[in-house]
């Protein structure tokens, strides 16, 4: 029922993500969860494998994937079995550039100014702990959202392509994409990069952009899936 109706899975999402925000808020869970990774005035944990190594690898799978798409939306063109691909491959190129890229890392990233948790007094910093839905001052935090685990949630992408014509391959995708980003999530609550909610919002959003791109760009009107390249 749900994938018939976007509309009522994003209320869903949406309402999923508000109470689990709530549930963080009620029990502590930013704090209690970045506390375990707090250690002797810093976060030692965060530089060990494999969570450095998810530190440096960034948003290059990402990257890689929204690139190949639009590779393959050029070659559609000339190679007639890749003609499915001319809207999936502009989607996966929008889907990072609208998600992660502007509404993300650009609109709130850089806009809520959400510390981090080894900027508040908490970890030695100077800042005071502030909820998700507390703006702060703009460019004196950037914790909210979690731009790394953005692009590790964006490689569930051909989820929103394949879920309703191959549904085995796009759960494989969701499910791929969503352990990516969890392990990502881990990396950056070790190294005191973000809190919880932080990682929780990113997912959210990332599946929302997906979900409303989709829809905008009908991908569901071709009858024919797309062919991986």
């Known amino acids: 029922m749900l994938r018939n109706n976007p509309w009522l899975e994003a209320t869903l999402v949406i309402t999923v993500l508000i109470l689990a925000t709530a549930l963080i808020a009620v029990s502590g869970a930013d704090l209690a969860v970045s506390s375990r990774f707090y250690s002797a005035g810093g976060w030692p944990e965060g530089e060990l494998f494999p969570w450095k190594l998810l530190y440096h690898v960034d948003r290059y799978p990402a990257v890689l994937l929204a690139v190949g798409g639009l590779c393959a939306a050029a070659l559609s063109y000339r190679i007639p079995a890749w003609s499915h691909w001319k809207k999936g491959g502009v989607f996966l190129t929008l889907f990072l550039i609208l998600g992660p890229g502007l509404l993300i890392n650009t609109t709130f990233k850089q806009g809520w100014g959400r510390p981090r948790p080894r900027e508040i007094v908490q970890f030695g910093g100077q800042k005071q702990f502030l909820q998700p839905w507390q703006k702060g001052i703009r460019g004196q935090g950037r914790s909210f959202p979690s731009g790394h685990a953005s692009a590790a949630f964006f490689m569930s992408a051909p989820f929103f392509i394949y879920r309703r014509r191959r549904p085995l391959l796009a759960l494989g995708w969701l499910l791929g994409g969503i352990l990516f980003g969890l392990l990502m999530s881990i990396a950056r609550i070790t190294q005191g990069g973000h809190f919880l909610s ?24 071709d009858n024919n899936p797309p062919k991986t390249p």
């Open 198 to 221: 932080d990682n929780l919002w990113s997912f959210g959003m990332v599946y929302l952009t997906g979900l409303l791109l989709s829809v905008i760009m009908r991908l569901d009107s």
